[in-house]
């Protein structure tokens, strides 16, 4: 079951509203963590976070070899002494309509993404959130 992030309070959604990046952080099968730099996006009312990629990369095949089950990981950002992490487990979605949402939802909180037909869509299914934004 996802967090409930509706209830939170306003300066924790424009936190992870404003313009800023994160870190995903995701564990290689051999235990080592993988992190890279992404822009993400939050749906609060589903619990669930949004990381636009490419299907090649490294944290799309992670996920995608996760399958059914997913991948833990964890996406952070922080901005001086404020900072939050939301925890999960991370999905593959490739349908044309996930992949679209997801694009929608970066633009409306970055800038419109370049096309890109290899574009899948990650998401984490929030289960904890910790930090103090």
Known sequence: MEIDLSTRGDEFRAFWTERRLAS???VRPDGTPHVVAVGVTVDFEAGVARVITFSDS???RLAKAAGEDG???AVCQLEGPVWSTL???MFLREDAEAVKDAEDRYAA???QPKPNPKRVVLEI???RVIGNA
Request: proline share 0%; aromatic share 6%.
């Open 109 to 111: 909180r970055y800038r």
């Open 24 to 26: 995903l952080t995701t």
């Open 125 to 127: 299914r929030i289960k």
């Open 87 to 89: 925890e999960g487990r």
């Open 58 to 60: 490294h944290k799309a």
């Open 71 to 73: 991948v833990a990981a």
